[in-house]
């Protein structure tokens, strides 16, 4: 199983990015997969998620700035970032678990990306 992640960077307030999660290695279209950040000296936290039911949840955080889709055709996971804030500061990582039961907890998911960073400026 991998996930790479790609499209993070540095950006002003108010900026926007689009990460891409392209995954490969396992049964894709019964799984959810989710969007995770992590801030230095703060927990792994749950910005997103999305089963292949399109059963979709966000953070109470990123709600309204913050779109999660996927590409079947392409393997692959998105998250549209707009109105970033500094405090989207952080690596932000792409996760999946088999099934279609999704989850805000890390450690419900069992394959992890290596991580994109984001960075926000004021």
């Known amino acids: 199983v991998q996930l790479v992640e790609s499209g993070g960077g540095s950006v002003q307030s108010g900026g926007s990015l689009r990460l891409s999660c392209a995954a490969s290695?396992?049964?894709?279209?019964?799984?959810?997969m989710g969007w995770f950040r992590q801030a230095p000296g703060k927990e792994r936290e749950g910005v997103a998620y999305?089963?292949?039911?399109?059963?979709?949840g966000y953070a109470d955080s990123v709600k309204g700035r913050f779109t999660i889709s996927q590409d079947n055709a392409r393997n692959t996971l998105y998250l549209q970032m707009n109105s970033l804030k500094p405090e989207d500061t952080a690596m932000y990582y792409c996760a999946a678990r088999a099934g279609l039961l999704c989850s805000q907890v890390h450690s419900d998911y069992n394959y992890w990306g290596q991580g994109t960073q984001v960075t926000v400026s004021s």
């Open positions: 999305r089963n292949n039911d399109g059963i979709i």
């Open positions: 290695g396992y049964a894709y279209r019964r799984a959810c």
